[in-house]
């Protein structure tokens, strides 16, 4: 009895166990030379950023709210008449309001200790910015 083989009679096409690299190689490296040659030729993006003068008249009236280490709130208001007293988060937006005669256009100044949770200021400039208050900002130290 004979037996039947695959290869018996004619020479089939045996399937490719391997990936021909080098067209792909080519492709690669004809990328590379492209970036590599358009690249210097692309100018970087310029941002304009804006510029900050000094103000032409310095505000009357400025409120400072003090957050200690414990956070503890206080409002100071700078003006003509000085003024000091306690707060709390619940009560800044009153007690800001009282001391610059409902007036939302009056500068209010966050000055906070370092070592303090971020959360509770950007809590205090939240509670203000949604009661309307819009000249909010924060103090800062400048390093020598």
Do not use: C, H, W
Request: glycine share 4%.
């Amino acid at each position: 009895m004979a037996s039947i083989s695959p290869r018996s009679g004619r020479k089939g096409r045996r399937a490719m166990n391997d990936i021909n690299m080098v067209p792909f190689i080519d492709v690669m490296l004809v990328l590379l030379i492209i970036f590599m040659v358009t690249a210097p030729l692309i100018s970087p993006s310029v941002i304009d950023l804006p510029t900050v003068g000094k103000a032409s008249n310095v505000p009357t009236q400025v409120v400072q709210i003090e957050i200690s280490k414990d956070e503890k709130i206080t409002i100071k208001s700078t003006g003509t008449v000085t003024k000091s007293l306690p707060s709390s988060l619940g009560n800044l937006v009153r007690d800001v309001r009282e001391l610059t005669a409902n007036s939302t256009d009056a500068p209010v100044v966050i000055s906070a200790d370092r070592s303090i949770k971020y959360e509770t200021v950007v809590k205090a400039m939240d509670t203000l910015q949604r009661a309307g208050i819009a000249r909010v900002g924060l103090s800062v130290q400048l390093t020598d």
